[in-house]
């Protein structure tokens, strides 16, 4: 079992910057990140694998996905946020070897941290 707990989330300007912190109990899974905007379906986010990082085409090149390993922490830096940014995001664990996978790859999630971005 993973135990994920997110924090980092906030208030900003649209082309401000926010950093996600997600700490979890281990790293032997692939962990993502995924959002959910109001009144829409969850999307996928990122994802980290040892030696691997992925990104949907949505925030290449925006986001970054990285982490750290004395702290057990994943991290999401978010630069030039979007108005469509605006969502919960959570962070979740999933088999490894599927890295990055469909949603159903992952298995455990966190409570999930609030985003919003202001135009």
């Known amino acids: 079992q993973v135990q994920l707990v997110e924090s980092g989330g906030g208030s900003v300007q649209a082309g401000g910057s926010l950093t996600l912190s997600c700490a979890a109990s281990?790293?032997?899974?692939?962990i993502g990140w995924f959002r959910q905007a109001a009144g829409k379906q969850r999307e996928w986010v990122s994802s980290?694998?040892?030696?691997?990082?992925y990104y949907a085409d949505s925030v290449k090149g925006r986001f970054t996905i990285s982490k750290d390993s004395a702290k057990n922490t994943l991290y999401l830096q978010m630069n030039s946020l979007k108005p469509e940014d605006t969502a919960m995001y959570f962070c979740?664990?999933?088999?490894?070897?599927?890295?990055?996978?469909?949603?159903?790859?992952?298995?455990?999630w966190g409570q999930g941290t609030q985003v919003t971005v202001s135009s």
């Open positions: 281990r790293f032997d899974y692939c």
């Open positions: 980290y694998s040892t030696g691997s990082t």
């Open positions: 979740a664990a999933g088999v490894y070897w599927r890295c990055p996978g469909g949603e159903s790859n992952y298995v455990y």
